[in-house]
């Protein structure tokens, strides 16, 4: 797929089918993830491939919305602070900048594999510890449902560039 083709596939998926994923296309995922580029190529990062089925209940503590246990598949991406490339001048870590391009390759690779995503990050951080058994020191910074669409994908409505873009100076 044309990559501008697969920017505009992707949308945020709110429904899902329960189909089970082939595990060749969860590896592929993974390993684009793998290869997402992290400052000083520190990778401080850790995915959790959660199961959905049988866990719906207690994984409903992370995030209420119905659709988040639908999918056979949720994805957690956690960062890793002390593991992170720290930016000297002003002390600046950028574990949560690497886990968000991690999260952005997730999101494309399951795209080009036919699968939805949705990015959430409005989830409760001590309910996602509890259920994840999370260490010390190991945040969980974004999640996705992983599965196959069962809605159909809405219009984008984004501001134009010249609302974002500047040239030279602000």
């Not at 866990?55 to 995030?63: A, C, G, Q, T």
């Not at 720290?86 to 002390?91: E, F, K, L, M």
């Not at 259920?131 to 190991?138: A, C, D, R, T």
């Amino acid at each position: 797929m044309e990559f501008s083709e697969l920017i505009d596939r992707r949308y945020s998926v709110r429904s899902y089918k329960t189909d089970p994923i082939e595990d060749e296309k969860l590896q592929k995922i993974l390993e684009i993830a793998r290869l997402a580029p992290t400052a000083a190529n520190r990778q401080p990062f850790q995915l959790i491939v959660i199961h959905v089925p049988g866990r719906e209940e207690e994984l409903k503590r992370i995030y209420h919305r119905e659709w988040f246990t639908q999918a056979p598949i949720i994805i957690c991406a956690c960062g890793v602070p002390f593991r992170g490339w720290v930016r000297n001048h002003d002390g600046m870590n950028y574990t949560f900048i690497d886990v968000a391009i991690v999260m952005d390759h997730v999101v494309y690779a399951a795209t080009n594999q036919g699968l939805g995503t949705c990015w959430i990050a409005n989830f409760d951080p001590q309910a996602a510890r509890e259920v994840l058994g999370l260490p010390e020191g190991v945040e969980p910074i974004a999640f996705t449902p992983l599965g196959y669409p069962a809605d159909l994908q809405r219009q984008k409505v984004r501001k134009p560039l010249s609302e974002l873009v500047r040239y030279e100076r602000w």
